[in-house]
């Protein structure tokens, strides 16, 4: 998490925009980790707004969208997408980067 949120800030700071698309990749992969594929939905729609188009070069954007899509459908999938593109990456990105980290019970 602490990777990511450094990252985030990197990114933001530089203000190049595919470098902010493919930071959101990477926290769409924490989201859908962390059992929030809407989330990773959201960060996906984003980083593909911000960087123009979807990112058709990095395999994990592929996979994080096949994997979120299954587990919520296809109707659920693309709302979450829609309200993705309404929302401002900031946002998006600090609601997953800063959810308390979930372990497992022993």
Known sequence: ???????????????????????LVGVADLALRRDEPGQAARLLAVSADVGGLRDRSNPDTDRIEREARARLGDARYAEAAREGTRAAWPRLAEAVLAAPRVTPAS
Do not use: K, P, T
């Open 1 to 23: 998490r602490a990777h990511h949120a450094a990252a985030c800030a990197a990114a933001a700071e530089s203000g190049y925009a595919l470098a902010i698309a493919q930071v």
